[in-house]
């Protein structure tokens, strides 16, 4: 495979011009809850939502709540929430499939939808005819001029609503030309169309009569971008703090070309989070490539425990709950190839907080570059899901003291791996993993939901 050309290809992205005092890092599930209720509640012009999901619980009620309650206040209000259209119409993981065809979500919205004589529509995006093979997985809310980004969407567990929290990042920017960019993208690229149908109505087509629409609306996706008004082009001194906003979707798109690119343009530190440990080979082989010109290198990833799809032993085990032992399997397969290095170049840490959970995605670079995104650096974003991120340029470090309060605060519940035995190994797991594992790997089926999930 061609070494990346990083430099060069960075240097023509569009940038946005940032002010250091418009960036805000928040560190908690909680603080960003109240964060997102407060600066609903405050919109004057527009507010889009663009989530994986919104779901039926405590929290989901409250976000949906709080739309109405704006609306009503300001019937003018451009109000749009977007969620993936399968994983709208499904229950959760695990539990038993309803006969009702809108079970799920949609249901719900449909029911609210009746209840409020304020309109707040919700639109089902599908990027794929099926869930398995692609969803909608695009970051970041926009609220007047605030752009607020994180991988987190909106349940209990994301919000911490309730007694657990699942981990993520938090970032808030006020800027007008990107909040501009990315609600033109949303109104350009997906609610224009033909594939895209509103979910809190009954009249919900089926998705085998949209799978021509359906089809249509990837192959558009994989040519959209956003459109940024400010480029270096048109001035004459480089802003030195910028932010470009990235997107893509299926094979070698432009967001995974400038992972790659960053980690070939790295010199001295690489950061990574991501949540599942299943790096694609063009990361892998990066990662590698950095370590032998001398960069450091911390991977910060979940402990098993901390992974959402784990289940106790002590509960009925499921299919879905061997993915946690896939990801560590594949930790441990790193840590021994990498033992050299272990400890001293590379580093790895495993987050742990009681019961809660990790989702962290993102990688800083060399101190001066950070990528927020939703991707979770994993063959499924690489290649299925629609994605995004925010590349924030910062030579200069104005955001430095931010960056270091975030990476403190992710890394005070983690342990480093010193050496790969450390991470338990196939004997270790319960009997029903590795009779599952086992029959995975005879089979090559492993390969395969490595790729998907």
Known sequence: MALFNSRDSLDQLPLIPLRASSVTTLHSAAAYRTELLEQIAGARHRIYLCSLYLQHDEAGAEILAALHAAKALRPALDI????????????LIGEARLANKQAGNAGWYQDQALLHSTDVPIYGVPVQTRELFGVLHLKGFVIDDVVIYSGASLNNVYLHKLDKYRHDRYLLIQNKI????MVQFIREHILAAAAVHKLDTPQIPSTRSIRREIHEFREQLKRARYSVAYTPSNTSSVP????????GVGKNNPLNRVICQLLAASREQITICTPYFNFPLTVTREINRALKRGVNIDIIVGDKTANDFYIPPEQSFKVIGALPYLYETNLRRFAKAHQAELGKQLHLHLWKDGDNTYHLKGMWIDQQIMLVTGNNLNPRAFRLDLENALLIRDPEQELALQRQEELRSIFQHTK??????????????????????????????????????
């Open 240 to 247: 030195q703090l910028t932010v470009t906003p990235l997107v």
């Open 80 to 91: 749009r929430v977007l969620v993936d259209w399968h994983r709208a119409q499904r229950g």
């Open 416 to 453: 480093a791996i010193a050496h790969y035995s450390e991470i338990e190994k196939t004997v270790d797991y319960p009997p029903a993993v590795r009779r599952l594992l086992g029959r995975l790997s005879r089979t090559r089926m492993d390969r395969l939901a490595y790729r998907v999930l």
């Open 178 to 181: 990107l909040a501009d960019s």
